[in-house]
Structures are given as structure tokens and as C-alpha cells.
């Protein structure tokens, strides 16, 4: 979490601020919220509740900022029972799968299922273990509190394909989750999972890419090589008018930013966990979210060149019912004590860094996204980081850092019901992300915060998924992804700079002011993949997934092509 400790004497106004706000928050006379934890992103729910929303069986779901409490999710489940008429048979059964697990009312019944539930026969414990029922290991629920216990584990296996079938490596973890209510305002959520990995070990990071910033990964000080995750955060919700949501979160949470399908070019969802103080109001047709989060740089075993910084995000929202949404949001990241400057989410970041002498790195963003059309959206985003407008003149510049990004969802697609089509495009120019010093790139452990190509690229993404019942669902895709890289000599010195890599900035004098897009060695990636998901009973999964990449090397005349294929089990009672 953001050390409030290390703030300096001259920031206690923040701290009286923040009580101020605490305490109005907490005797404000909204409708009490009885269920104010959030739900995990990686929770099916998330994918049903879009679909919907695309069909224009929901409102639009302002996922720019796509966590949700279990209230919000409640209630726009209940929305879709009142149509359930016109789903297909497929999302019909979809649907009584999440108001079972959901509805407050199918609890402690015969629809869910309870590992420590001592009022049933012992013998249902193992008989009830692999049935359809909606899973958790205990639940407590009075009129003040709530609790959901949670057991997770996880075991993949992968082998490489090709000519390197003997390689393979195993990752197994496991471990709890504690979420939910309590005093009915108060949303709550501790997680911890711990996991090992053998075999090979670029391997093991093709298949969790989330490995590359877990430190005791990194670290690999112990005889087996392991890894940890953790989440933890309080939150308090409140809905002060019918409809409207007013939210407080402190902590640490698996988050998105901004729009995207492939991925986001504002925080993608991959990046490290952020520890965040975040605020979000939701009235009318009006949105509003801040965010102030910190993080690290990159690891090194020399602790005393590690480093935190921090990152600031707003966003600003209007709602057109049955048309649009259009939106426009900031970010910054700085890399010392925490600044007051940033803390309010009524402000021009661009200005404030200006007074502040200009020593962050300043995102600026506007997007949209359509719902006048039932089953087809259309969503976009057009991103500058720093200020292009005063090189408008010559869009080669180095200076001009932006980023372009694309696409359309259409559901039932063709014609066919449960038939899902994706596709998106995505631009980034030289330098996006980087910054005249290394230590405030947008990045965290030294991984990209936003799109995951980087600058000096583009892609088209195109996927596409089908539901072959409830528990089936069979996922095909696509991705071309060209980039110029920079050019380095044969001891790996940097010789010429095309701006392909976010840590390495421009250097003035020595690298080119005019910087063409995709300038440097050219490479092209074919990247196919195939994701076989079965639920073959409530909260037990199995995962079949094949994913090959064929690159060419276009400047250097090189090419090859790199597979692999990894079985997963998941569990998540």
C-alpha cells in the first residue's frame, strides 16, 4: 500500500483531507450496500455481463474502469433475468449459472455448496464436491457482515511443439481468498496465492507471463523456484441516488484502465499489481475515477538501487443512453515523495507537472465507445504522451508520441446465437511510454503498463469465440504484429535509436530528431492461438491451449517460428 507513514510534515492538509472525506463518506444517508467487495476480474461474470451489455440487454457498463462490486453485478444479472425470454438457450443456462452464485437468496439452499457447511451430511461433502453448484469453502451472513472464504489452486503443465518437444515445465500453486461486507458499506478482500515452478524456464515464463515481476521468482535464492501473488483492500460503497455508485478503495487489486480488446493502452490488466488510493462516482450520465497508485522500477539484486514511484490516473466520462460514451483521461508517473499535487481528481495533470517544473512523464487520452447499434460495438482510442500539439508541423518528430487504437465487437456474429467476433487495430510511434530518464517510464518492475507491443509498433488482433453450451467455450485467435526494433553492435551497445524500447530514451544530441514509423530492423510476428476452456462441473476447469508465433526478421533476413501447448487445471472454490 501507498506508505502514508513516509509523508513529510507539510502533508498532514492531505491527511485531515482524507479523514474529512472519510467521515462524510461514512455518514452519508445512501442506500446501504450489503455487498461492497469487488469481484475478481478473471470471474466469468465479467465476459457474460459485456456480451449483454453489446446485445443492449444492459446499459452501457462504463468498463473503462471495469471492476465491480458484487451489488453492481447483482443487479445487472437481475436486469438480464427480466429478458431472459430472448436469450439463447446457451445464455439462458449462463445466466442461472451466475444468479446462483450471485443471488444472495441461493445461498444456503440447494444450489450452492459449502466445503465447511456442518448443517448438511457429512456424506455431501464428497458426493456435492464435482456437482454444478456454485462453490465456496464457507460462508457467514448476518445483518451486518458478510463472508466469502475461497479456495484456489492452480497446476499447468506445458511441452514446447516442434523440434523441441523434450522441453516442458510445471507450474502448481495454490491458496485462499477472503472477500466480502461488512456494517454494510464496508467491502473488504485478502488474497494470497503461492506457487512452484520446474522444467524449463523461459518456458515457465511463455506460460505465466506474470512471473517475470514476482520477486521471489527473481530472486530464486531457494532449492525450488517459486513465486507469490497478494492482494488486500478495503473499500467503502455507497449509493447516495437510485442507480448511482460512490466508491473509496485502499489497497491492492488486479485493475484495468481505459478501453481495448486486445489490449489497453492505458493499464492492460497484465501489469504488476498496483498498491492505490482510487475514488469513483457513477451518476447519471455522468463518471468519474482517480486513481494514485505506486509501484516499482526495475528488479536488482542490489537493494539499494531499487526504487519506488508513482502514478496518477483520472478519467471523466459522458454517457449518452442508446448512443455513446466518450471520455478523457490523464496519467502521470513521478519517482520521489509522494505529491499533493496529484492527489485531486479535479486538476489538468499536464498543468500541474508544468508548475512542478516539468519532471514527470504525462499521458493524455480521449475515447469512446458506441451502443446504438443492438449486438455490434465500436470502440476507440486516440492517446498523446507529453505535448504533441506545439510539433504539429512535423509529425516525424520524436516529440510526437501517440498511440491509435481500433475496433469492433460484434456479437452473434454471422447470424450464428453464442458466436462472438473481435477485431482490433492498434498504432504506437517511437517513444510512446519512454521518458528523458529511464526511472519514469511508463512501466512497473520493468514491465509495460500499457499495450504490451510497445512503441514503434502496430497490430491486428482478430478473435474469435463461440459457446458451444454453458460449460464449452472454444476461442481462435490472430495477431500480426509489426515493429522496428533499435539497432545495437555486436557487444549489444545501443548503436541507433528508432525509439523500440520505453527504457531507452532519446539522446540529444546523437539520435534522430525525425523518427519514421517502424523505422529500424523490421520484425513481423504471426501469432495464432487456440484456447480450449471446459468447466466440466461448477468452479473446476480444465484449459487445452496451443500458441504458435512465427517471426520474420525482415531487415536482418532471418526467420523461425516458436510453439507450445499447456493443459490447466483450475479450481476456485
Same mark, same amino acid.
Given at each position: ?465 463461440? &459457446? =458451444? $453450451?454453458?460449460?464449452?467455450? %472454444? !476461442?481462435? #485467435?490472430? *495477431? ?7 539497432? +545495437? ?51 473446476? &476447469? =480444465? $484449459?487445452?491451449?496451443?500458441? %504458435? !508465433?512465427? #517471426?520474420? *526478421? ?7 517460428? +516458436? ?11
Amino acid at each position: 500500500m501507498i506508505n502514508l507513514i513516509q509523508l513529510t510534515k507539510s502533508d498532514n492538509s492531505f491527511k485531515r483531507g482524507f479523514l474529512l472525506l472519510f467521515l462524510i463518506l461514512l455518514f452519508s444517508s445512501g442506500k446501504v450496500f450489503s455487498q461492497a467487495e469487488n469481484i475478481p476480474l478473471n470471474n466469468e461474470v465479467y465476459d457474460f455481463l459485456k456480451e449483454q451489455s453489446i446485445k443492449g440487454n444492459l446499459p452501457s457498463l462504463n468498463d473503462a474502469n471495469p471492476n465491480k462490486t458484487r451489488f453492481e453485478i447483482e443487479r445487472w444479472l437481475r436486469e438480464i433475468e427480466r429478458v431472459k425470454n430472448q436469450l439463447s438457450e446457451t445464455d439462458r443456462n449462463r445466466l442461472e449459472k451466475f444468479a446462483n452464485e450471485f443471488f444472495p437468496e441461493n445461498l444456503e439452499t440447494e444450489k450452492s455448496y459449502e466445503l465447511f457447511d456442518f448443517n448438511r451430511p457429512f456424506v455431501k461433502v464428497f458426493t456435492d464436491f464435482y456437482s454444478d453448484k456454485s462453490k465456496n469453502v464457507y460462508v457467514y451472513k448476518d445483518e451486518n457482515a458478510n463472508i466469502y472464504m475461497e479456495g484456489v489452486g492452480y497446476f499447468t503443465y506445458t511441452g514446447e511443439t516442434g523440434e523441441k518437444r523434450n522441453r516442458q515445465a510445471l507450474l502448481y500453486d495454490g491458496g485462499f481468498r477472503f472477500m466480502g461486507t461488512v456494517f454494510n458499506h464496508f467491502g473488504y478482500n485478502v488474497s494470497v496465492i503461492k506457487g512452484g515452478a520446474n522444467g524449463y524456464h523461459p518456458l515457465q515464463l511463455q506460460t505465466d507471463p506474470r512471473l517475470t515481476y514476482s520477486f521471489k521468482y527473481n530472486e530464486n535464492l531457494e532449492p525450488i523456484k517459486n513465486y507469490d501473488f497478494t492482494q488486500g483492500y478495503i473499500q467503502y460503497v455507497s449509493e447516495p441516488a437510485q442507480g448511482s455508485v460512490l466508491a473509496v478503495q485502499l489497497g491492492r487489486e488486479t485493475t484495468r484502465y481505459g478501453y481495448g480488446y486486445s489490449n489497453s493502452l492505458i493499464l492492460s490488466g497484465e501489469q504488476p499489481d498496483l498498491d492505490f488510493v482510487k475514488f469513483r462516482m457513477n451518476y447519471g450520465y455522468f463518471s468519474l475515477t482517480s486513481m494514485h497508485a505506486s509501484t516499482v522500477g526495475r528488479f536488482s539484486v542490489d537493494r539499494s538501487k531499487n526504487y519506488t514511484k508513482y502514478l496518477a490516473f483520472h478519467r471523466l466520462q459522458l454517457s449518452f443512453p442508446d448512443l455513446f460514451d466518450i471520455g478523457v483521461g490523464e496519467a502521470t508517473v513521478y519517482s520521489r515523495q509522494l505529491d499533493m499535487a496529484y492527489l485531486t481528481p479535479l486538476s489538468f495533470f499536464k498543468f500541474l507537472e508544468l508548475s512542478l517544473q516539468d519532471r514527470d512523464n504525462n499521458l493524455f487520452w480521449a475515447d469512446f465507445q458506441t451502443h446504438f447499434i443492438p449486438g455490434f460495438e465500436i470502440q476507440g482510442t486516440f492517446l498523446m504522451d507529453e505535448d504533441i500539439l506545439s510539433n504539429l508541423g512535423d509529425l516525424n518528430r520524436f516529440s510526437n508520441k501517440i498511440a491509435l487504437q481500433g475496433g469492433f465487437w460484434w456479437t452473434s456474429a454471422l447470424g450464428v446465437p453464442d458466436l462472438n467476433l473481435i477485431m482490433e487495430y492498434t498504432l504506437i510511434r517511437p517513444y510512446v511510454y519512454s521518458h528523458l530518464d529511464s526511472v519514469n517510464t511508463y512501466s512497473a518492475y520493468g514491465f509495460p503498463l500499457g499495450h504490451r507491443i510497445g512503441p514503434n509498433s502496430d497490430e491486428l488482433m482478430t478473435r474469435l469465440f463461440y &459457446y =458451444l $453450451n454453458s460449460s464449452v467455450k %472454444l !476461442t481462435l #485467435e490472430h *495477431r500480426l504484429v509489426r515493429s522496428g526494433e533499435n539497432t +545495437y553492435d555486436n557487444s549489444g551497445k545501443l548503436n541507433t535509436n528508432y525509439g523500440g524500447d520505453l527504457f531507452e530514451p532519446i539522446r540529444l544530441p546523437g539520435d534522430p530528431e525525425r523518427v519514421f514509423f517502424l523505422d529500424g530492423n523490421r520484425r513481423r510476428l504471426n501469432k495464432w492461438k487456440i484456447d480450449l476452456k471446459y468447466e466440466f462441473s461448477r468452479n473446476n &476447469y =480444465l $484449459n487445452w491451449v496451443y500458441d %504458435l !508465433t512465427d #517471426e520474420v *526478421r525482415i531487415t536482418e533476413k532471418k526467420s523461425g517460428s +516458436y510453439g507450445f501447448s499447456y493443459i490447466k487445471y483450475t479450481i476456485e472454490y
